[in-house]
């Protein structure tokens, strides 16, 4: 697997009353600097592109601007640019906080499995719920996403080709509020 991470800053933060990308994470660094790290701990050298805001601790990651109107007009502002070469993008937002690397290293040992040729987005199905953000985007799949017109995250999930897997684990819990963000910082 040749491997990018997108990772997706542009929020808000509205409901937290902060940007969540650039707040404090209990393992140092701020929420998306966490994840960058976790993915740079996986895939030492492969390529990261932040989609929205710039990371706090990592001004360095190339940045595309995030237009504001929904993860979905945002990845198909993306898909339409030019990319790093990769097989497929790990697409990822910052309130997904408790990825770790030995969590990213299963669930992409599991996508490649599931998917070798990288023909479908592979996403978790996740408390029965489709999870696209945390799922691994083929880079085949890049001109179907700039055409694609579907006006939500999931919309978009469903039109393009995609492989739902059951998975567990907190990773998969968004940290949305005041209240999970306490929860998480005190490890429950």
Do not use: Y
């Not at 083929?138 to 017109?149: D, K």
């Amino acid at each position: 697997m040749k491997p990018g991470l997108l990772l997706l800053s542009g929020g808000a933060g509205a409901r937290m009353g902060a940007p969540k990308h650039a707040l404090d994470h209990p393992e140092g660094g701020s929420w998306g600097g966490h994840l960058a790290r976790v993915f740079e701990t996986v895939f030492p050298g492969a390529p990261i592109q932040v989609l929205g805001e710039p990371l706090p601790d990592r001004p360095d990651l190339p940045r595309l601007d995030d237009p504001r109107e929904g993860p979905a007009v945002a990845l198909r502002r993306w898909a339409a640019l030019d990319a790093a070469v990769v097989e497929v993008w790990w697409v990822v937002a910052c309130d997904q906080v408790r990825w770790t690397p030995d969590r990213l290293s299963d669930w992409a040992s599991v996508c490649e499995t599931m998917d070798p040729f990288h023909t479908r987005w592979v996403m978790a199905l996740h408390g029965g719920h489709l999870q696209p953000l945390g799922g691994w985007l083929p880079s085949a799949l890049r001109s179907a996403l700039t055409a694609s017109t579907a006006p939500s995250l999931m919309a978009l999930a469903n039109a393009l080709p995609h492989l739902a897997l059951p998975r567990e684990g907190p990773e998969w819990t968004d940290v949305d509020t005041a209240e999970e963000r306490s929860r998480f910082e005190e490890g429950r």
